[in-house]
T-cell receptor
């Protein structure tokens, strides 16, 4: 247990479906992240929320929409995905210091997404 | 953006010391170097982080030369349970108002520990 939970753990959806991934951290951290991990590829950073403000969006298609209602919860809303979006989606959190230093990230177990 | 390069795979035997090197030639002044371990179907787990010289904790050591263009993760006396993918991550100085510097994961090194 890392203190970061993700639901659901597995998700199968069609290209016309709308679904959401949920992440919750119980560590009191102030930054949260979404990563995508495709088969045989490095982890790709998708979004960063720092103090509930989105500070990074790495050219992610608009069919992925993040939401961070508070510092403990992070969502990834999915709409009209493509089969190539099938991957492991990982959430992480960390504590960013007042000086901006990035500390270690704690990762959740991930959601295995399959788009048919 | 600091790109990292690691060996794709390494084999070792139980009880041996394992050194995994990561190259990051265009590392920026504010970049930290962090290593993570990942088992199948799990999220990565933090191992160690450093900025320069040497850092040691209860599970590993991290060696960073003066030019910081590479780093070496050292795992003493590995066991079968250390079989995993090891990632080198460079970057990550987040600021409240500005854009975050991209956190760049490498391709990872598959370490296989043999009995």
């Amino acid at each position: 247990e890392t203190g970061v939970t993700q639901t659901p753990r597995h998700l199968v959806m069609g290209m016309t479906n709308k679904k959401s991934l949920k992440c919750e951290q119980h560590l009191g951290h102030n930054a949260m992240y979404w990563y995508k991990q495709s088969a045989k590829k490095p982890l790709e950073l998708m979004f960063v929320y720092n103090f509930k403000e989105q500070t990074e969006n790495n050219s992610v298609p608009s069919r992925f929409s993040p939401e961070c209602p508070n510092s403990s919860h992070l969502f990834l809303h999915l709409h009209t995905l493509q089969p190539e979006d099938s991957a492991l989606y990982l959430c992480a959190s960390s504590q960013v210091t007042a000086g901006g230093a990035h500390n270690e990230q704690f990762f959740g177990p991930g959601t295995r997404l399959t788009v048919l | 953006l600091a790109k990292t390069t690691q060996p794709i795979s390494m084999d070792s035997y139980e009880g041996q010391e394992v050194n995994i090197t990561c190259s990051h030639n265009n590392i920026a002044t504010n970049d930290y170097i962090t290593w993570y371990q990942q088992f199948p179907s799990q999220g990565p787990r933090f191992i160690i982080q450093g900025y320069k010289t040497k850092v040691t904790n209860e599970v590993a050591s991290l060696f960073i030369p003066a030019d910081r263009k590479s780093s070496t993760l050292s795992l003493p006396r590995v066991s079968l349970s250390d079989t995993a993918v090891y990632y080198c991550l460079v970057g990550g100085r987040l600021t409240r108002s500005g854009s975050a510097r991209q956190l760049t994961f490498g391709s990872g090194t598959q370490l296989t520990v043999l009995p």
